[in-house]
């Protein structure tokens, strides 16, 4: 596993994203036969290849969205309200989900790409960045916007398509 090369990714992005994105759409309305087991099985060797520790963009460029049962769990470990927390970190987006105000999130330790609330995250968070998630015609969307964020997403379709169109 090597460390995510910012360079050589947002190069491969501005080359492939457009084609990846038809792909993506096609998939999303014409799913190839056993997509979703391909993603389980792709999956795995993305992240033999991808270092998040690396990375970290999605911390630093995305938000989650929290959840009440998130607010509660994050707001009690701060002996915040929820009420206190939202005001303090989160904002409603434009459709009405609260989110975080700042970009990096609050919560990431910049010098190690850590997040310092890892074992009380947002749901959001750990599920991101949803790679095998079923089905792939209900995370073709999501999986559009976040190839512009996250190498593991561009890596697992760079393969999926690759494998799909039958020129791996
Ligand atoms: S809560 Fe943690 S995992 Fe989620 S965005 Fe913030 S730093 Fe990243
Ligand atoms: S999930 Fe994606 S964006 Fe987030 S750290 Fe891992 S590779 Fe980077």
Redesign the pocket.
Known sequence: MLPVNFRSYRKKLSHYRSAFRRFLNASEKNPPRGIDNLTKVVEPEVWQEIDCLSCAN??KKMT?TFTKQDLKRISAHFKQTPEEFTKQWLKKDSNKDLVNKTEP?Q??NLKDNK?S??EI??AD?AGFPHLSKRKWVEYAHIHKQNIDYCPATFRMVEKIKAIAEGSK
Request: glycine share 0%.
């Open positions: 999605c911390c989650p999130c919560f990431l997040c609330i890892y995250r947002p968070c």
